[in-house]
């Protein structure tokens, strides 16, 4: 199956009092697979070289993409917000999506319960809600659980529609990052002839980079 990930590397170095850096650099990484195994042990597999050449130490981070193509639809965070509860114990961040339809034929969107949470670039996570609870962290497009589905976000050929997100995090000691991955799943459903309901197919969208400061 296809995926995708981030890590972080950060390097240092000692500058000699009179010395200099340099604008260019190499990087070289190794990285070697490994393979779950059935008694939970893991069995290590190929070792892989990697070289990052020409790289500018003084390169700007890239503008985020906040648009995910999901084949039969398209979708973008137009807005994100970020808040306090009132008591003050959680911090809240708010995504509006917009949902464009870029197929030929009709589609109904469900929204997958529990699926949605965000990782800043402190390693924090933040969550639909309390794990066991009910999730009531979106509005604008119906919920898909194990017992129900709401076909209610149907979008013609060409036809956009907003829904949002929330998601959430303790207000501890640690410090917030200023941006995260935003993770989101969602259904697509068909509405057979008898009226009932059926999952087609399963949309995993990822947005890096979205910003999280105010």
């Not at 890239?62 to 039969?72: E, I, N």
């Not at 529609?161 to 989101?184: K, P």
């Not at 697509?188 to 890096?208: H, M």
Request: hydrophobic share 35%; glycine share 10%.
């Amino acid at each position: 199956a296809k995926g995708g990930g981030d890590i972080l590397f950060e390097l240092v170095t000692a500058i000699p009092r009179n010395g200099s850096i340099g604008t260019i650099f190499d990087f070289h990484l190794a990285a070697q697979e490994m393979e779950p195994l059935a008694s939970g042990q893991v069995k290590l597999g190929t070792e892989r070289s990697m070289d990052f050449t020409g790289l500018k130490t003084n390169m700007a981070d890239p503008l985020p993409d906040m648009t995910a193509d999901a084949g039969p639809f398209r979708a973008h965070i137009v807005r994100s917000k970020i808040g306090v509860t009132a008591n003050r114990r959680l911090q809240t961040i708010d995504f509006t999506i917009n949902f464009t339809n870029t197929s030929a034929k009709n589609l109904i969107l469900g929204y997958e319960s529990t699926s949605s949470f965000g990782v800043d670039d402190q390693g924090l996570r933040y969550t639909y809600g309390r794990p066991g609870t009910h999730d009531t962290s979106f509005s604008g497009i119906g919920l898909l659980t194990a017992a129900a589905a709401d076909p209610q976000f149907a979008l013609e050929p060409g036809e956009s529609r907003n829904a949002r997100f929330t998601v959430i995090r303790d207000l501890g000691r640690e410090i917030a990052g200023t941006s995260m991955t935003f993770y989101l799943s969602l259904q697509g459903l068909e509405i057979l002839p008898s009226g009932q309901i059926r999952s087609v197919r399963q949309y995993s969208l990822a947005f890096p980079g979205v910003s999280t400061k105010n």
